[in-house]
């Protein structure tokens, strides 16, 4: 099983687990809601949202997780209009920038 949390200002959210699959499909979002003034206070500290997907083994238990991959956001391209973190998750898998 494949899982995708983030951290930022403090706070981790994750996903729940999807199939290991060529093409994963992740159903949520991870969004915080951060105000006009905050989103510039964060873009001028050059805060970054890191992105990790990682790979679960179910038969084997809770301690099987395996870190597969991650992206960093960088927050000063970030909009304040609502963007879907979906795509950037998306980009994650099929980019050669996923290390």
């Not at 206070?41 to 890191?50: N, T």
């Not at 960093?72 to 898998?93: D, G, Y």
């Amino acid at each position: 099983m494949l899982t995708v949390e983030a951290k930022f200002d403090g706070q981790m959210m994750m996903t729940d687990p999807v199939a290991h699959v060529e093409n994963p499909n992740f159903t949520q979002e991870l969004a915080w809601p951060v105000v006009g003034k905050a989103l510039h206070q964060h873009k001028m500290q050059r805060s970054a949202v890191k992105v990790i997907v990682s790979s679960t083994d179910v038969n084997a238990g809770p301690g099987s997780r395996e870190d597969i991959g991650y992206v960093v956001l960088n927050l000063r391209t970030a909009q304040r209009e609502k963007v879907s973190v979906l795509n950037c998750i998306h980009c994650a898998f099929t980019c050669d920038h996923l290390l």
